[in-house]
């Protein structure tokens, strides 16, 4: 069992560097397979194999993503290290150009920021967090509420961090939480992946199957 310690300086670390601390993603190597047919969410982040046509660049995920819609952020090198993960964030489109999130402890809390602060992910996963477009102004008018609330790992309010507040936008619309806590009570954005509806992945380079 891991100690009190450990997982408090785990914690600490990841406010520092991401949202929360992801496990299990140590390599990104997303390529394209046959088009045609559905994700298979649940086996998307092992297999890291995407039909032709939901492979796409980063913006033009980006910009294909619904309002509403959630997306998984990923990124290679010594940051994700550090997290302990590659996969450590999610955010929000909240209109076009737009997204609503809460960052990180330097980056500060809950805030709206373009959508090109993602251009350099190395890769964006967009879901379908059931938003329906009736639902958007009440999304909107709790992200406008919430706007400028702490930063805080593994918050449920009024402190948030990026998983914790993108479930608070689903309950104010009525929807359960897009991101699962998990066996330690974390709330791990990657985890929001295998239980929802992928539908674009964005990659900085487009590489073919085998």
């Not at 993960?85 to 500060?108: D, M, Q, V, W, Y």
């Not at 709330?187 to 073919?208: D, I, M, T």
């Amino acid at each position: 069992m891991k100690s009190p310690r450990i997982l408090l300086l785990a914690l600490a670390s990841a406010a520092l560097t991401g949202c929360t601390p992801v496990q299990n993603v140590s390599t990104l190597q997303f390529r394209a397979g046959p088009a045609g047919g559905e994700i298979d969410a649940a086996m998307l982040l092992p297999s890291q194999l995407v039909p032709a046509d939901r492979l796409l660049s980063v913006t033009e995920a980006v910009e294909r993503a619904p309002d509403g819609s959630v997306l998984v952020a990923c990124q290679a090198g010594p940051r994700g290290v550090v997290s302990w993960g590659l996969c450590s964030h999610i955010t929000r489109k909240l209109s076009a150009g737009l997204l609503t999130e809460s960052p990180n402890l330097f980056a500060g809390g809950v805030q709206t920021v373009p959508t090109s602060t993602l251009d350099r992910r190395a890769v964006v996963i967009v879901l379908d967090a059931g938003v329906k477009p009736e639902m958007l102004p009440t999304l909107r008018a709790e992200a406008q509420r919430l706007d400028r609330a702490p930063y805080g790992v593994g918050g449920l309010g009024p402190d948030y961090d990026c998983s914790t507040y993108q479930n608070a936008l689903q309950h104010a619309v009525g929807l359960p939480d897009v991101v699962p806590r998990n066996a330690w009570g974390i709330y791990l954005p990657q985890n929001a992946v295998a239980g929802g509806r992928v539908l674009w992945v964005g990659v900085q380079k487009v590489e073919s199957g085998s």
